[in-house]
């Protein structure tokens, strides 16, 4: 690793504490539950897939790695 990427990892770790804090406290609930989130719940089976809320993880990751690379 080259010396700048040392603040980087720095920036993502408190990112993700921050992240996590707000997932703690409950602000974060919603994810998961939106509607095209599928999810069935069967006596033998639990099946989940979160179309909706991946989509919603893609888009506000390419927003932020389209900003980041404009710097």
């Given at each position: 690793m080259s010396k700048g990427a040392g603040p980087?990892?720095?920036?993502l770790g408190a990112l993700l504490v921050l992240i996590?804090?707000?997932?703690?406290?409950?602000?974060?609930?919603?994810?998961?539950k939106l509607p095209g989130d599928i999810r069935i719940d069967?006596?033998?089976?639990?099946?989940?897939?979160?179309?909706?809320?991946?989509?919603i993880v893609s888009l506000v990751a390419s927003l932020l790695l389209a900003l980041f690379r404009r710097r």
């Open positions: 980087w990892l720095i920036g996590g804090l707000i997932a703690w406290t409950g602000a974060l609930s919603w994810f998961g069967k006596p033998t089976t639990k099946v989940f897939i979160p179309i909706t809320s991946m989509i």
